[in-house]
Every structure is written in C-alpha cells, then in structure tokens.
C-alpha cells in the first residue's frame, strides 16, 4: 500500500512518498491552452518500497488496472517495470480536480521519460536532459534520531533510506542510535536544467551508531558493478540481512523455555517474533531456493527457503504468499516473499521467523553473519586510491563541487 507522507514527517519503516508543489506542466492532448494556463497538472514525487510495483502504484492512486497495464506498455520500449527497485522515484502527474493520474515521468540514465494521457491512448517520450552532476558533505551529530538530524544538515528523505540500505547489515537506523552519535555523508547531486534536482550515489560515509564507527566507500571496480566496502576494501554486503521486515518490536526471543501464548504451557521457542502491521512486507534475507510455500500446521502460511552453505530459513504467519513465490523458485537477498498476517497459531499479526543450519535451529540473533568479498591485490590498491580521495570528501567544510556536463 503507498502511503503519502508530508516532507516534515518522521522517517517510518517501508514507503516514504511527499507531494511536491503543484507545478505546471503539459495537459494531456486535447486540452486548450487556457485550461493549460490555469489548470496544470499537479506532480507527486513517489519514492517506491519493498514489493511496490508501477502497476501497484498507479492503481493506488486510483487509475484503472486495464490503464495501469497500458502505462506498463507504453514504457517497454524503452526499460522494463520490473527494473524499478525500492528506493527509486516516479513523478506522478494528476488532475489537480479530480486527482486522476494523467502521466507520469522517470529519470532514465540521465533522461526524462514521460508517459502522458492522449485522446488516443498513452504516448511516452525519452528526452535527454541537460544536467550537472555536483558532490557535496554533510555533517551532523544525533539529536532526537538520524532522520531529523540527517533533515537539519541537508540530506534528503531518499538519502536516509539509502543510507539505511548500505549499513542495514550493521545498524538499525531506529534503535542503535544515541544522543551524540555522529555522521558524514558524502554524495552525488544531479541537477538538470529543467530545474529539478535529485541526491545520487553516495559515495562515502561515517557514522557513529551507539559510539562504534562504521565506514561505507563505494567502489565501482574493473566490471563497473560497484559496492560498498570497509576502510580495509571488506565488502560490506553480507550473506544475510540483519532481520527479514522492518518491525515495531522483538515480541518474542529465541528460548528454550517461553509459555506459549495460545496453550499456556512452557515450550522452546526456537525462532524469532517480530511483531508487525499486518501486511508488511517480508524479505527473504539471503539468496537460495524455496523449498516450500503453502499452508503448514500451526505455522499458518509459511515460505521455507534453502541457502547455500546448509542455511534455511521459514518464514510464517503471512496473511498471504507473495506473487510468484512457489517451491523450486531461486529468490535474491531483499525479494518479497509474503506480507505479515496471523494465519495458524497466532494470537496477533507478525512475523514467525525461524533459521537452521545443518537441520537444527539456531538463534538468528545471535547468529555471527559472515562478511562477503575481499578485495585483493591490484583491485585492492586501487580501492586505497579512491578510499582516501573519498574520506578527504569527507574531511571539507564546505565540500568542492566537481562538475560534469551531460
């Protein structure tokens, strides 16, 4: 479900979305120009979560499912609608009376495309736009929580998200924080000559969480398909997510002795319970193959997936089974799998998170998630060049714009 929140809200777990000011911009074809002069669209910028989809956020605001498909359609042509992951922006464009969508447009590779409403159906243009790239530092020291603190110093909803992203594997962005900690983030900023501006990559950043430090460079390598790394070129992308959905709270640990909730007698509790509106979205948490999907006995409806190196996951309790998701499927780290619900033995919604290794379970907190690559070699000293160029970027008060022209 997209949620539209105001641009001074609170950062909350799953979607965030703010309407822009309304801004003129072309009517669909068929409208005079007096209409156009007085009457202009009003744009939406929505920013996409776990499992939201062009079609799901078109009909959210309320377009035809039939005219949704059509919008799919006409974009083909130039990128594929399962490309959009969570994190990305779209621009809606509405009737600024009856709120109806009439367009929408896309940054794609530094070009705008734009998808408009015409008396013979939809039409969309790629336009290449004229754009500046700049890089830029903020600093800040935790107050209240990183969100507000991040907002003060400059950084965008978006870029918090992001952020939250690179070091999901080491902090929780709404917990591990104390008054105090501090951060410094630099990152990309393009700005086309239409006017609009949107935060790029970021390409370093140092954060204190609960007084430990954490450092993120990015790092393209020899292939161009970059990551994120340590100050000693130790990806930072792990084997596992730190926890499946974004969750209020822990409502029950891993334990051999817990009274279960429904039958009132003292059993082990070898899995985790996050509890979680219902319908949040879960995630698998590492790649692999599901093993099973469907209804389980007590478990309710449940998703089993095998990981390499003898790992398995279940996943339980789910209102319903993400589409698509079927025994014998291979799933990437961060795919939905299901939303929370209270299906089988559940006296609320969440989430029934259980990991094993060898067969046997084990306590997921307490798990130590083994670190992914190492850079090695050339490839590491290389890393050391950019390493120190970027904590330098870092280091500037204010930071030196580097500019490039499309």
């Known amino acids: 479900m997209v949620v539209i929140l105001p641009i001074a809200t609170v950062l909350t777990p799953g979607l965030l979305t703010h309407p822009t000011n309304p801004e003129k911009t072309a009517r669909p074809a068929g409208t005079n120009d007096d209409e156009a002069s007085t009457d202009p669209l009003r744009a939406v910028e929505v920013t996409l979560r776990r499992g939201d989809t062009l079609l799901s956020v078109l009909t959210h605001f309320g377009l035809a499912r039939a005219s949704a498909h059509a919008v799919s359609e006409a974009v083909r042509p130039f990128f ?19 709120q109806t969508v009439q367009g929408l447009e896309y940054i794609l590779n530094n070009a705008l495309l734009r998808v408009i409403s015409t008396t013979e159906g939809w039409s969309a243009e790629l336009k290449e736009t004229p754009f500046v790239r700049k890089a830029r530092a903020v600093h800040g020291s935790v107050n209240e929580s990183l969100y507000e603190t991040g907002i003060e110093a400059g950084l965008k909803p978006l870029q918090i998200l992001n952020l939250a992203a690179i070091f999901e594997y080491d902090i929780d962005f709404f917990s591990d924080f104390q008054k ?5 983030v630099a990152f990309e900023e393009i700005g086309y000559a239409d006017g609009r501006r949107t935060p790029g990559r970021v390409l370093a950043a140092e954060i204190s969480a609960g007084g430990n430090p954490f450092h993120a460079i990015y790092y393209p390598g020899k292939e161009g398909e970059g990551s994120y790394y340590d100050l000693d070129g130790l990806a930072i992308k792990r084997a596992f997510l730190r926890a499946p959905l974004s969750y209020r709270r822990i409502s029950s640990r891993y334990s051999l002795n817990r009274r279960h909730p429904i039958f009132r007698m003292l059993r082990p509790h070898l899995a985790i319970d996050y509890a979680a509106p219902a319908g949040t979205p879960v995630v698998a948490i590492g790649q692999g193959r599901i093993s099973y999907a469907g209804w389980r006995s007590g478990y309710g409806k449940l998703v089993e997936i095998r990981h390499p190196n003898g790992y398995v996951t279940r996943s339980a309790h789910f209102a319903h089974i993400a589409s698509g998701i079927r025994a014998g499927k291979h799933v990437g780290q961060g795919d939905v799998i299901g939303y929370v619900g209270q299906t089988g033995h559940a006296t609320g919604p969440h989430l029934h998170f259980e990991i094993l290794r060898g067969g046997k379970k084990i306590n997921f907190l307490g798990l130590n998630i083994p670190r992914g ?22 280091q500037e008060k204010p930071l030196k714009l580097v500019e490039s022209s499309s």
């Open 180 to 184: 105090g900690d501090t951060f410094s």
């Open 80 to 98: 594929s609608p399962r490309d959009l992951r969570a994190g990305q922006n779209l621009r809606l464009l509405l009737d600024p009376h009856e």
């Open 373 to 394: 690559e190492r850079l090695r070699g050339k490839e590491l000293a290389r890393f050391v060049d950019l390493r120190d160029r970027r904590l330098a970027l870092l």
